[in-house]
């Protein structure tokens, strides 16, 4: 590792972790709250008090990549996985496997801008699979994810509800990819004008334009691992402005983002001149004319929330870089650069290191030290919830919210929803990132803490 980059990873971790928490300086009646939720809550340093371990290393750094390795090599023979192509053992895709990566279809009865999708456009949509390519072998291909954008179940950027004017609610978004995301590319569109593509968090469609291809395996394996990066520890921030590139020129970076790192004395200075003091350099993605993976270095400065290498995980870092995201507007699957839940999950974990999956079943598959809660009554959950550790993923119905902890009989959550119905009986169109006890409902459900059925520790 570079001597600089040695120096400043610890000093760097801890100034990632300095977010700014709201204040109510001026008076409670300019910010919404939930019934039992104080002002204090909504600092993490309020959780943080509660833990007497909150500081403790959870665990180490080598022991989330053994972690990950013991994943990936678990999930290796599988075709369905990202970590099946990962290894470059598997440079192909058998016709099963690639025709069941691409059965998501137009429903039935769905809508397009409050009027029923005509058949014309469901048939082009089916269409546009170009299933007739798929052959008994499919090589695959590697390429890298320029900016954090859009996953589709089929290749198109129209919006398709399951109800009239639920435009919230696209039913052909799948999830997100961030910036730099090395992905596996499995198929195209006759046209090449979108890709079919796996992470190690979601699958589907991209557009080209969002992608880079790689020339090898070898060029795509060193950008999924570079031996010095830069991760993201706050919800988001932009690059400075760059009046001789467009590209970097306040390009937006996401929670979660990681990018490999250029050590100063290796570049002189930026095309417009600029020496980039107290900054790091790091490598932004871009594509050439022929469509293959290039880089622009760019500036973050050190005073933005990151951290060299990735955070020191314990419950105290996973407050204070979760409350980074509080009262940001929701987004389903990933939508106007927004978070869902999952999505929320998926990012925050992604700065320590791990491979959240991006959806609520995915999550509550995860092979990880897990309280089964399925069966219990209410009182037994509650007495339960007692002991477990403030950042462990509650999989509630058809959502995952973040615990919190215990304060006054009462237990709560960072949640990012849609809709609760609070204490009181009143619906709350909550569309964002907030705190919540869990004796608030979900809609046509009962309690967040009835519907709780497992608790993923996260060791």
Sequence with gaps: MNPYFRIVRVAAAVAALSVPVPSFAGGSRFVRTAPSVSAEMLSPSFWESLDKKAGEVILSADEILAVGKEAASAAENDEM????????????????????????????????????????????????????????????????????????????????????FALSHDILQAGIVMMSEPVVVLHSTADSSWHFVVSATCRGWVPDENLAFCHNFAEWDKCRNPADFLVVTESRFSLDHDRLNARISGAELFLGTKLALVPYAEWGESAEGREGYDCYIVRIPDKSQGGFLMFYNAYVPCSRSVSVGYVPYTRANLLRISFSCLGERFGWRGMYGARDDAQFVTELYRVFGFDVPRSVSGIAAMDVPTIGMRSSTSAHKKSLLKYVPAGSILVAGNRVLLYLGTYGGEQYALSASESDILPGGRTARTMGVSVLPLSAGIPSAGTLADEISAVKVMY
């Design 81 to 164: 996985s990202f970590f099946h192509y990962a290894s470059g053992r598997n440079g192909s895709v058998t016709q099963s496997a690639l025709l069941a990566f691409l059965d998501a279809d137009v429903p039935e009865r769905c809508y397009k801008d409050g009027d029923v999708v005509p058949d014309d456009l469901r048939k082009r949509l089916s269409a546009s699979r170009n299933l007739s390519a798929v052959g008994e072998s499919n090589p695959v291909s590697y390429g890298v994810i320029l900016r954090r954008g859009n996953v589709r179940l089929l290749p198109t950027d129209e919006i398709l509800t399951g109800e009239e």
